[in-house]
């Protein structure tokens, strides 16, 4: 195959002896370490079986659909996974006859890329846009609808099953490489399509074998063992979108097929710094995913992606995996998310592998206990390695004693507080005194603070060393190098020292557990920060003049700039609000430990926050998925974290010191589109689209929004809704739930826009996805309906102003009736009135020419008989010859004058009745007066009967 594997046994000694040199070295240096032990692996595994997701554990094939996410095909049913859920598609639910999936990749035919599952009865189900679809093609419930390949190039007639050979022995292999090429192995002869159409066909001799080789380890290494002379369809694969062949399915070598031929290929890169690989180079095992262009080697225990570099023809391997033994787990399949740097593994029979890096390393594990794993302050000792209060020396490589005359003394040290001088020299606190050793571990000096425990050192600009103590007291010692005194006490605070700094010379910046102080030292004034009342500071981070960064615990991260202070916003769960300590990187990224896990987050984008330009800051969380034993940091000392000069951070932890290199932990993708589904009206789905209408009375909508991140973090995805009315109106952003579902209840009628934004890095840089709600109007707000009313409103209202018109013609009519007949009756009263009035007129007439005859011919007469009967009488009664004729005469005059008074009286009265105005006069009379005159003529009749006659009427009726 040329010289790449041509190896002399000079080089195979050579080879040997660098091996035995590389053994006796690492032994010696394990044997130079104090006790040190690494027990964390190199990467972070996460199973997932029919315990947590998986229908079944058979994964058969996986491959990447759009919206990223992840499509599996089982014998349990097809499975999409987003990183963190996993959704099976049953058999119900695509109308199919079987949940027993063959595979699922491309569908090569006719180079559409469309992503297709196989059932094995060939039901075909298509993945597109996120969701699994039964493939229209599938004309019949068994059978697929099949196209065949037919060329004079080729010697029979191919059928293009899709996207792979669903039967053991078909005499025929259809190869992809990831995008609209693939290739075709028939007849020792290889033939490649694009776009549907042949464009070249290559010779490739050797006996076929067309039988796919068993996924169980040891059965497969038996048929390879008997087929290494035989092409093998199984060890075709495409890489980087060109076709190899892979010798006897093991070794180093593969074979590149190209229209210029076949040329041999050698791995190199990281698989030759495997320790194994000059002796086992012959056992490499290559799995491929057919349908990314993906290959990959595995020896011993690590897995490497195989790259083809077009520009130097070569094919480079790079590690992804070490200690992985994937024969015990009978892993199969292999895809690679690069974005994200995550590897997954199907198995035969133990379901889905996530696989990580770990990004961070862990130091400081001993193996007998020479000191605690919880680590708190501790001090750059070399380029490299870091000194701990307990006197040991700690680096990647291992831990040792500074000087064991110290060992027992230094484990009385408390741990919070270490500082190195300026002379070199290593200060640590202990439980009452603190220590002062030389930069080898000698002990300098002790000094005992008797009952005052002593908190924080720190060696400030003007070369002091300040002591805070647990009492809240603060001490300077002026000359360090030669103290004989205990330090003098400077000032108080409330609470105990937290942090001390100082930022410019002669000030100093203290926290406390019960807030942040200035001490003015030239003046000897302490100045406390108000806003930082009562709270308990952790630390205190420098980053240029007038800008301080204060972390606490419980209340957050606080920016102090010339005299305003801003309270930062918190992550999602709130584990910010224990934040212990800042560093900052080359970047510009704040790193930050708090009680749960690691954050990194941009300065900037706090700045801007504090300054009103942004609404919400993204903040990258790292947890024990990327390396830590534990998510519990360590604050409460000082220094709270360190950089060594070789680029390392270090942050101490409940176990372990974390270390990392900045620039080596990656910025994971987050850029996966946003998908909504889960669609539900009143707890009832409803189909999916960019437009959904809602009717009026709705009680309760909702909808899931779906990101897949393979990284597994899935606390770095945020997402934000905001709904608008208006393209005017603000958006007012509101955190979705854990369970990343929206719920909205009864809202006004209207057009609304659903906006969705995710985070997906630094910056304010976000994804945003759109959905339009329109919230129907009630049947009776519809403009039709309110149409129609207002019609029969008019209608009603014409209506009933045309009866009314014709009822008041009606009424006019009938009054006019009435009036008529009032008039008629009217006219025949005044006519009755009128013959009434002449007729009263004529008895008035009449009553006067009576009263004018009596008064002239009875009262007058009566009046002068009246006058002239006394005077008859007095001539009479000188003469009294006949006394008859006296009492005659007298009765004839009081008669005559009786009726004279009658008379008189009755002329009164028909005059007094009837006055000029034609109205009746009423007046009071004595009864007994008239009824004397009335009697007057009955006594003088009845007197000639010679009978009494007797009468009785009282004088006082009227």
Not at 113 to 126: K, W
Not at 177 to 193: A, H, L, M, P, S
Not at 935 to 943: C, D, G, Q, R, T
């Amino acid at each position: 195959m040329g010289e790449d594997i041509t190896w002399s046994d000079a080089q195979n000694h050579i080879n040997l002896i660098q091996q035995y040199l590389l053994t006796l070295i690492i032994f010696f240096s394990a044997c130079s370490c104090y006790g040190f032990q690494s027990i964390r692996p190199k990467y972070h595994l996460r199973q997932f079986t029919d315990e947590n997701g998986m229908p079944q554990n058979t994964v058969q094939d996986f491959t990447f659909g759009d919206y990223g996410f992840l499509w599996i095909a089982t014998q349990g049913g097809l499975v999409r996974f987003d990183g963190k859920e996993m959704i099976t598609y049953s058999r119900k639910d695509l109308s199919l006859n079987s949940d027993r999936y063959v595979v699922a990749g491309f569908d090569l035919e006719m180079g559409t890329g469309i992503l297709t599952a196989i059932t094995e009865h060939r039901q075909r189900v298509m993945i597109k846009g996120g969701t699994a679809l039964k493939d229209p093609r599938t004309k019949t419930e068994q059978t697929a609808s099949i196209r065949y390949i037919q060329s004079q190039l080729l010697s029979k007639k191919i059928r293009f099953d899709t996207i792979r050979n669903v039967d053991d022995y078909l005499q025929y292999k259809i190869i992809g490489t990831g995008n609209k090429r693939f290739f075709i192995y028939t007849d020792q002869k290889v033939v490649f399509f694009e776009n549907g159409k042949l464009t070249d066909v290559i010779p490739f001799k050797g006996l076929p074998y067309f039988k796919p080789l068993p996924s169980v380890p040891h059965i497969r290494e038996q048929v390879v063992s008997q087929t290494k002379q035989l092409v093998c369809l199984d060890n075709f694969m495409g890489i980087s979108n060109n076709l190899f062949y892979h010798q006897g399915s093991k070794g180093v070598m593969l074979l590149k097929i190209s229209r210029q031929g076949t040329t041999p290929l050698r791995l190199r890169g990281d698989i030759e710094q495997n320790q194994a690989f000059d002796k086992e180079k012959d056992r490499i095992r290559i799995i491929t995913n057919r349908f990314h262009g993906q290959a990959f080697a595995y020896l011993r225990g690590s897995i490497y992606q195989i790259l083809y570099r077009k520009s130097t023809g070569k094919l480079d391997t790079r590690l992804l995996i070490e200690d992985l033994d994937i024969d015990k787990k009978l892993i199969h399949r292999m895809i690679y998310d690069e974005g994200n740097g995550t590897l997954f593994l199907g198995s035969v029979s133990q379901g889905l592998f996530v696989a990580r890096p770990n990004l961070f390393q862990i130091v400081g594990q001993p193996a007998k206990k020479e000191f605690n794993s919880f680590f708190y302050a501790h001090l750059p000792y070399s380029d490299s390695s870091v000194v701990i209060p307990e006197g040991f020396v700690v680096s990647s490589s291992g831990a040792s004693p500074l000087d064991k005359s110290f060992l027992k003394l230094g484990m009385d040290g408390s741990g919070y507080g270490m500082l190195r001088d300026t002379d070199g020299d290593i200060w640590s606190i202990g439980t009452h005194a603190f220590f002062r050793l030389s930069p080898q571990g000698k002990l300098r000096n002790r000094w005992p603070t008797g009952t005052k425990q002593p908190e924080r050192l720190y060696q400030g600009m003007d070369s002091g060393i300040w002591i805070g103590y647990r009492t809240g007291e603060l001490s300077y010692l002026s000359n360090y190098k030669d103290i004989s005194q205990p330090p003098p006490l400077v000032t108080k605070f409330n609470g105990k020292c937290t942090f001390l700094h100082q930022d410019r010379p002669g000030r100093l910046w203290v926290g406390t557990s019960a807030g942040l102080y200035l001490y003015d030292r030239l003046r000897n004034v302490t100045f406390p920060v108000r806003g930082l009342k009562g709270k308990n500071i952790r630390s205190i981070f420098h980053t240029k003049p007038d800008e301080l960064w204060i972390t606490t615990y419980g209340e957050g991260i606080f920016l102090l700039t010339g005299n305003r202070l801003y309270k930062m916003p918190l992550d999602d769960n709130k584990y910010l609000a224990y934040a212990h300590c800042i560093l900052e990187d080359a970047y510009g990224y704040f790193w930050i430990s708090a009680n749960k896990g690691l954050f990194r987050v941009s300065r900037q984008d706090m700045l801007n926050y504090a300054t009103g330009k942004i609404d919400n800051v993204f903040y990258l969380y790292h947890n024990k998925d990327d390396g830590f034993l534990t998510n519990e940091f360590n604050g409460g000392c000082q220094p709270c974290g360190i950089k060594l000069a070789d680029g390392h951070f270090s942050f101490p932890s409940m176990n372990g010191l974390v270390w990392f290199k900045p620039e080596d932990i990656p910025l994971p993708d987050l850029s996966a589109p946003i998908r909504f589904e889960g669609f539900t009206l009143d707890k009832l789905p409803i189909s999916p689209n960019d437009t959904i209408r809602l009717p009026y009375n709705y009680k309760h909508f909702t909808l899931n929004v779906r990101s897949p991140f393979m990284g597994l973090l899935t606390d770095n995805v945020e997402f934000f809704y905001s709904l608008q009315q208006s393209a005017k109106d603000p958006q007012n952003w509101e955190r979705i739930n854990k369970a990343e579902r929206i719920d909205l209840y009864r809202i006004n009628a209207g057009v609304y826009t659903l906006t969705v934004r995710q985070n997906i890095g630094f910056g304010g840089r976000h994804l945003e996805k759109r959905l339009t709600l329109i919230i129907e109007s009630a049947w009776f707000l519809s403009w039709w309906f309110i149409s129609l009313v207002l019609l029969v409103l008019g209608l009603a209202f014409w209506q009933g102003i045309r009866w009314h018109v014709r009822r008041l013609v009606h009424q006019n009519a009938s009054l006019a009736r009435k009036v008529q007949e009032h008039t008629s009756d009217l006219s025949r009263t005044l006519e009755n009135l009128k013959a009434s009035d002449q007729a009263l007129q004529t008895q008035l007439h009449i009553q006067m020419r009576i009263v004018g005859a009596i008064n002239h011919d009875l009262h007058a007469p009566l009046k002068f008989l009246s006058a002239c009967i006394p005077r008859y009488l007095e001539q009479v009664s000188r003469q009294p010859d006949d006394p008859e004729t006296v009492r005659l005469g007298t009765s004839i005059g009081n008669s005559t004058l009786k009726v004279y008074r009658l008379a008189d009286d009755l002329l009164t009265f028909i005059k007094a009745t009837y006055n000029k105005k034609g109205k009746i006069v009423y007046e009071v009379i004595q009864v007994c007066e008239i009824l004397e005159a009335k009697i007057f003529f009955l006594v003088k009749s009845h007197m000639r009967t010679r009978q009494p006659f007797n009468w009785n009427v009282p004088q006082t009726l009227q």
